[in-house]
DNA sequence: CTTGGAAAGTCAACATAGCTGACTTAAAAT
DNA sequence: ATTTTAAGTCAGCTATGTTGACTTTCCAAG
C-alpha cells in the first residue's frame, strides 16, 4: 500500500517521494500557513475582523468591479457565508456595493478610500513575511515554491489562479 | 540568506522581490493551501470530525505519549478548544489518555487502533496529493519549496518543527 | 406579451471551532 | 506548608462555515 521506510524505489532520485519526505512536506505547510496567515490576523484581531474580511478585501481589492457570483468562486465558500462578510464591509464604509448597468441583478463590489487603507495595511505586512521568507531562500528556490504549490491546486482553482495572474477578471 | 552558485547578485535578479511576484506567491500560498487540506476535510465531513481533530491524530500518531500541554504548544490553540476535540476523540475510542508514570499530573496520548486506522486513511490522502505534487514539481522544486516554507514560519514554530523533523517529541 | 425558470442576492437559523475567564483537582516543587 | 504547574471543566462569546427559504431581476419559450 505505501512504501514505509524501504529502499528507494527505482534510483536515488525519488528519494524526495518517501512517505517521510511527504509528511515533513505536510508539516511543513501547516505550520507555514500559521506564519503566513498570523500577521494580518494579528492587525485584524483588534478591530473585529477576521481572515475573511480579509480575504474579501485581497480580492476586491485585487479586482475592482467584480460580482459577488465571481467573487464566491474565488474564495470558495457559499454566498451566504460571505454576505455576511460584505455586509459588514459595506456597513462600514470599506467596501461600496453597486448595482450592476447592465444586469440589475448583479453587484459590482469596490474598495472605497478606508478599505483600500485597510487593505494596504494588511498586503504590507504579509507582503514583508514574504519578502522576508524570498529573501532568506534565494531566486530558484522560490520558483520551485511555487512550482509545488501550482501543482498541489486542485485543477479548476488552479485555473482561476492562472487568470488571476494574468490580471483578468 | 545569499544563493550558493546562482547568478551574481546585481540589480535585476532582485526582481522576484517586487510587490507583484510577492502577491502571486500569498494568493498561490492561499489557494494551495485549500487543495492541501480538501481531500482529509471531504473524509472527515462525513463522519462529524473537522480538521481540528485531524490535526490532533496527526500529531499524536508523530509523538506517541505527548503530553496534552505539548499538544498545545504544537498546535497554537487553547487548551479548552483542544480539550473539546480530545474529549471526543478519547470517548470515541480513538485516541487513549494514560496518567504518566513519573509526573501523574500528565496525560499520555496514544492512537487507539482504531484511532491509526483513521490517521492512516487521512494521511494516505493528504500523501497522495503532495507526491502528486512533488513528483509535477521535481526534486529541486521540491528543495524550494521547503526552504521557501522554512523562512515563512515564525522562528518558535520553526524549532518545533525541526525538532519533529529530527523525532524527538 | 405573458409566464415560468434561472440567476443573483438576502435573511434566518444552526454547527463548528476558535477565544477568554473563572474554577477545581491533583501532584510536584519550593 | 505553601505555591506552582498540568490538566480538565463550565459558561459564554465570536467568527465563519453550513442549509433552507425568500425576493428581485432577467431572459427565453410559448
Chains 1, 2 share one sequence.
Do not use: C, W
Request: aromatic share 6%.
Amino acid at each position: 500500500m505505501t512504501d514505509t521506510g524501504g529502499p528507494p524505489a527505482g534510483g536515488e532520485n525519488l528519494l524526495f517521494l518517501t512517505d517521510e519526505q511527504l509528511r515533513k512536506g505536510i508539516e511543513a505547510m501547516f505550520f507555514a500557513y500559521r506564519g503566513f496567515t498570523a500577521d494580518p490576523d494579528r492587525i485584524l484581531s483588534g478591530m473585529d475582523y477576521g481572515r475573511a474580511h480579509h480575504r474579501a478585501l485581497h480580492f476586491i481589492n485585487r479586482m475592482p468591479g467584480t460580482t459577488v457570483n465571481n467573487l464566491l468562486n474565488i474564495l470558495g465558500v457559499t454566498k451566504q457565508s460571505l454576505n455576511r462578510v460584505l455586509r459588514r464591509l459595506i456597513a462600514d464604509g470599506l467596501v461600496v456595493s453597486r448595482v450592476g448597468r447592465r444586469d440589475k441583478r448583479e453587484r459590482h463590489l469596490y474598495l472605497s478610500e478606508k478599505g483600500e487603507a485597510l487593505e494596504r495595511e494588511l498586503s504590507k505586512a504579509q507582503r514583508a513575511r514574504m519578502r522576508k521568507a524570498y529573501r532568506a531562500a534565494g531566486p530558484e528556490a522560490v520558483a520551485g515554491f511555487r512550482q509545488v504549490l501550482e501543482a498541489m491546486m486542485d485543477d479548476e482553482i488552479r485555473h482561476q489562479y492562472l487568470s488571476l495572474r494574468e490580471g483578468r477578471s
